[in-house]
């Protein structure tokens, strides 16, 4: 079912310089809780998670040929899952220098660009600090439409539901399994983290992979939504869509997201920012959409008496640049509760 090729990128670890980025989708009551800019500590990790003792409980670190831990950053092929099972998508990555069965794992989605290799280095400093083993997978816009990236293909172009296995959401999870199982990581799961069109994907991703195996997720300036709401139509809601019982509705405001938003990224004229009329109806905005999607989320979890879980956070100062928002995301994704 896969068919897997490695690249191995040599050179130093590069770090990324905190260039912005404008990458939107071209388909493109206040909040509960608001934080300021999260600062950049490392995260205090318990002692059990350190790399010094994680080498106690193994004797022996088991050859790991995925990554090249030595370069630090590299790539490699993986396909047979999604919608185009048969192409290879690149797979851009940072491995810390520690045990890699230790290491949490994080993948990063790309926005309207999908320029994973960008959105690696802009993660590189983050992801090192948190010793996580980073994946962006890159879904490239000749071989994957906005339907397919954006929406996950879980609709065909004629509206129809499309087989499960066929979706994009699909392949990450397959991802997540083989890297999981090549560095034989003892994590129970992973993180999920996008900006913008990449936000549109993880929010979308925990709505509808039911059985995913995410820990934590953080949607980032996002252009527009598919709230949990069964009676708007989809893609702005959950009618004819993929599902709308209760059941499911409960499921989704019970997922682990966070919704996080710079306080900047508020211009109504914004590059590649839809303007039809179902976004619209969401604000004027990214910021104003933002808060439209988790009030929708708080109000059907009212209505159904479920638990809801979503958490909305703001980054002062900050428009929209996936560089600037990755340090607010890292804490987001990587703090203990």
């Given at each position: 079912m896969r068919a897997f090729g490695y690249l191995l990128l040599g050179g130093a670890l590069l770090f990324a310089a905190g260039c912005s980025s404008t990458d939107e989708a071209t388909m493109d009551a206040p909040p509960t809780s608001t934080a300021g800019e999260p600062s950049e500590a490392p995260v205090n990790r318990s002692p059990d998670s350190t790399a010094t003792?994680?080498?106690?409980?193994?004797?022996?670190?088991?050859?790991?040929?995925?990554?090249?831990?030595?370069?630090?950053?590299?790539?490699?092929?993986?396909?047979?899952?999604?919608?185009?099972?048969?192409?290879?998508?690149?797979?851009?990555?940072?491995?810390?220098?520690?045990?890699?069965r230790m290491s949490r794992i994080l993948v990063v989605m790309p926005g309207r660009g999908r320029n994973a290799d960008e959105?690696?280095?802009?993660?590189?400093?983050?992801?090192?600090?948190?010793?996580?083993?980073?994946?962006?997978?890159?879904?490239?816009?000749?071989?994957?439409?906005?339907?397919e990236y954006n929406l996950g293909n879980v609709v065909d172009e004629s509206g129809g539901v499309v087989p499960k296995d066929e979706w994009t959401f699909s392949v990450i999870e397959a991802?997540?399994?083989?890297?999981?199982?090549?560095?034989?990581?003892?994590?129970?799961?992973?993180?999920?983290?996008?900006?913008?069109?990449?936000?549109?994907?993880?929010?979308?991703?925990m709505l509808y992979m039911d059985d995913n195996s995410v820990l934590r997720s953080v949607s980032a300036n996002s252009g527009w939504y598919t709230v949990p709401d069964p009676e708007v139509d989809f893609p702005y809601g959950l009618r004819d869509g993929p599902t709308e019982d209760d059941e499911d509705v409960e499921r989704m405001v019970g997922a682990?997201?966070?919704?996080?938003l710079g306080t900047d990224d508020n211009d109504p004229d914004s590059d590649g920012l839809r303007s039809d009329v179902g976004s619209r109806e969401q604000g004027a905005t990214r910021l104003d959409r933002g808060f439209f999607f988790?009030?929708?989320?708080?109000?059907?979890?009212?209505?159904?008496?479920?638990?809801?879980a979503w958490e909305l956070e703001m980054v002062n100062g900050i428009g929209h640049?996936?560089?600037?928002?990755?340090?607010?995301?890292?804490t987001a994704l990587f703090r203990q509760r």
């Open positions: 003792t994680s080498t106690a409980f193994h004797e022996e670190i088991p050859d790991q040929t995925l990554v090249d831990q030595d370069a630090g950053v590299g790539s490699f092929e993986f396909d047979g899952h999604g919608p185009n099972p048969d192409e290879a998508i690149d797979v851009f990555y940072y491995a810390p220098e520690r045990d890699l959105y690696r280095d802009e993660w590189l400093e983050h992801a090192a600090r948190e010793d996580a083993l980073l994946l962006v997978p890159e879904f490239p816009d000749d071989s994957y439409s906005v339907a991802l997540y399994e083989y890297v999981s199982g090549e560095v034989h990581s003892d994590e129970p799961g992973y993180y999920l983290y996008g900006h913008s069109a990449g936000g549109q994907f993880v929010h979308r991703f682990p997201l966070t919704v996080l988790f009030r929708s989320g708080q109000q059907s979890a009212e209505q159904l008496g479920a638990s809801f640049s996936n560089a600037e928002m990755a340090a607010a995301a890292a």
